[in-house]
């Protein structure tokens, strides 16, 4: 019995190792079905690398997927309300006295009540959207790097344009992690140099992040296509100077450092580019061309029937028309009635037939500004120092 018990033994410990043998070897190949895809099979295409690039803009823009809503890239909050663009101006504007909602959705009250806490959804859904972006864009780096393209057997002139695609990822991931700063500050940092799950992160200080920010975004100054040499929608070297400015602009509070310097020195850099310019008529850049504005350095692209979503400039149309306002003259075939101003911000402002201020230009051709009342010490709640447009354009 004894003999048969582990001549038994023996064939099963065989029979087990026949089996590990084949299942680790099936791990070295590519799966048979075809609708299983690896990265390996995805970009052996050349022109995938592109239509990946697309997905990293798009997380911008879109919010899954399937348009206007469906498969969604986060969860945890209603799609449409998980737009990047909608969650971004839900930080940055309903905070401020520049704006409001009138709707009772969750907390979406808290941000202008100044109540907003740790466990909100809304805050949620922007971290989320934000290192979901920056995951994406670390994917798209490792997958791009010059050892796989070689692997992969693609030829000279497709390594040139992934070399053009790895900048754009990084000034999307930049961008992303600006957002991050801007709203967050202290928070982790994860680059393609890490491996996917393989650590906790540590969180980083703002003071760091900066430094890596500023450092990313000087080399891609240079390494991003020239000003206006891109295609519509797609980031050039301008785009990372205007980054730069923003970052210098605001250095005083994220670090605590004067940098207007900097900021000042970026923003010419645009100017002197040549390619971008004030628009000389200002509402033409809210108009629905206005991919043709010379104003426009990075835009958040947006098309009725390409990128439908319920976030975005969808969002942010639709939101603002109601009440007596018809939608059709908006474009539009309704309104949200949702987003308004303060009364104290529209009060800051004379109303028509009010104070007028016509520009004065020094021998330079630059605009003066002249404040009726005292300059030293302006008050902008005292209406006898209230300004106004001509209206003329």
Not at 64 to 87: K, N, T, W
Request: aromatic share 12%; proline share 3%.
């Amino acid at each position: 019995m004894k003999f048969l018990v582990f001549q038994k033994s023996l064939l099963l410990t065989a029979g087990l190792a026949l089996v590990l043998t084949s299942c680790f070897n099936d791990l070295d190949t590519v799966p048979l079905d075809e609708d299983i895809l690896t990265a390996d099979v995805v970009f052996d295409d050349p022109t995938n690398y592109k239509r990946a690039l697309a997905k990293l803009y798009a997380s911008y823009a879109v919010t899954g997927q399937q348009g206007p809503a469906g498969q969604g890239d986060i969860s945890g909050i209603d799609e449409g309300f998980g737009s990047y663009l909608r969650m971004l101006f839900y930080h940055q504007e309903l905070t401020t006295d520049e704006a409001l909602v009138g709707w009772n959705d969750a907390t979406i009250k808290d941000f202008h009540n100044q109540s907003w806490t740790s466990q909100d959804g809304f805050i949620f859904a922007m971290y989320s959207r934000i290192y979901y972006t920056i995951s994406a864009c670390n994917e798209f780096l490792r997958e791009t790097t010059e050892d796989k393209i070689a692997a992969r057997g693609q030829d000279s002139e497709v390594q040139a344009e992934v070399a053009a695609y790895r900048a754009e990822a990084r000034l999307l991931r930049a961008l992303a992690y600006y957002h991050a700063l801007d709203m967050f500050r202290n928070v982790i940092l994860v680059t393609e140099q890490d491996e996917v799950g393989a650590f906790l992160p540590d969180q980083i200080n703002a003071d760091e992040l900066f430094a890596w920010l500023e450092t990313e975004l000087l080399a891609l100054s240079e390494e991003l296509a020239p000003a206006g040499a891109n295609e519509y929608g797609r980031a050039d070297q301008a785009a990372a100077w205007m980054l730069l400015a923003k970052l210098y602009l605001n250095a005083e509070v994220y670090i605590g450092q004067d940098r207007y310097s900097d900021a000042a020195k970026f923003s010419k850099r645009v100017i002197d580019s040549g390619v971008y310019q004030l628009e000389e008529v200002y509402q033409h850049n809210f108009n629905a061309d206005n991919h043709l504005s010379k104003e426009i350095i990075f835009p958040i692209t947006f098309d009725g029937e390409r990128t439908q979503t319920f976030g975005g400039t969808t969002f942010i149309i639709n939101a603002s028309v109601g009440g007596s306002m018809l939608p059709a003259a908006y474009g539009i075939q309704g309104g949200w009635s949702g987003l308004r101003t303060t009364s104290d911000f529209v009060e800051k402002f004379p109303e028509v037939g009010g104070v007028v201020v016509e520009p004065v230009f020094d021998s330079g051709e630059n605009v003066v500004l002249n404040v009726p009342g005292a300059y030293q010490g302006w008050n902008p709640e005292d209406d006898n120092t209230s300004l106004a447009s001509t209206g003329e354009e």
